[in-house]
Every structure is written in structure tokens, then in C-alpha cells.
């Protein structure tokens, strides 16, 4: 089985900053993505952050300038450092990935549990 596991989520002050981790474990034939969304309750999950292997990367509206998005795909990691947070930015993050789990297979999303982030005035 596939699975992702984050860490790092936790409380912190408007102004701060905090670093969430996710890695990759299971049967694995490959990556070509790997990212963040975010979920506040009553909206609709949103992108944070992705980078693909063709080396692109793409940031929600509201968090460019402060989240920045860094992966190793070797190992299976990929990482947000978040600053300069915002009590809106207070949300589920959850770690996702686009995986091929045979050669030649098709690759498929995949979803972590989500870790919770919570931004105090």
C-alpha cells in the first residue's frame, strides 16, 4: 500500500512561521508530482503549493511570496516552509502525490491524512 505521512502542523502566531513535511512510503515504481492543498471548514480544498518533476512549480494566489515548496523525489519527501502566516491561512493541510505504483501503470493521486495548521491573531 501507498501511503503519506505529514508532519510539522501545530499552532503558531500571525507573523510566524512553520515548516510541514510529508514522505512517500509503499510500493513505488514513481513520482511525477508532489504537493500541498489546504481545507478550512466550510471551503472548498484548495492548492497551496505543487512542483513536478519537469521542473514547474505553481502556488495558490494567496500564499505566493510567503510558502515556498521543496522536494526530493529520490527520497520520496517534499516540504513547505510557510512564514509571514495569516489567521486565513488556519486549515487541514494535506500532503498529495501523483504515483505509479507498477511500470508502465498508470499514475494515480494519492492523499495523506491531513495535519492541522492553526494561525492565532
Known amino acids: 500500500q501507498v501511503q503519506l505521512v505529514e508532519s510539522g502542523g501545530g499552532l503558531v502566531q500571525a507573523g510566524g512561521s512553520l515548516t510541514l513535511s510529508c514522505i512517500v512510503s509503499g510500493s513505488i515504481a514513481a513520482i511525477n508530482i508532489m504537493g500541498w492543498y489546504r481545507q478550512a471548514p466550510g471551503k472548498q480544498r484548495e492548492l497551496v503549493a505543487l512542483t513536478t518533476t519537469g521542473g514547474t512549480s505553481r502556488y495558490g494566489d494567496s500564499v505566493k511570496d510567503r510558502f515556498t515548496i521543496s522536494t526530493d523525489i529520490a527520497k520520496k519527501t517534499v516540504s513547505l516552509q510557510m512564514s509571514s502566516l495569516k489567521p486565513e491561512d488556519t486549515a487541514v493541510y494535506y500532503c498529495?502525490?501523483?504515483?505509479?505504483?507498477?511500470?508502465?501503470?498508470?499514475?494515480?493521486?494519492?492523499w495523506g491524512q491531513g495535519t492541522q495548521v492553526t494561525v492565532s491573531s
Open positions: 498529495s502525490s501523483s504515483i505509479q505504483k507498477s511500470s508502465y501503470g498508470t499514475y494515480s493521486m494519492y
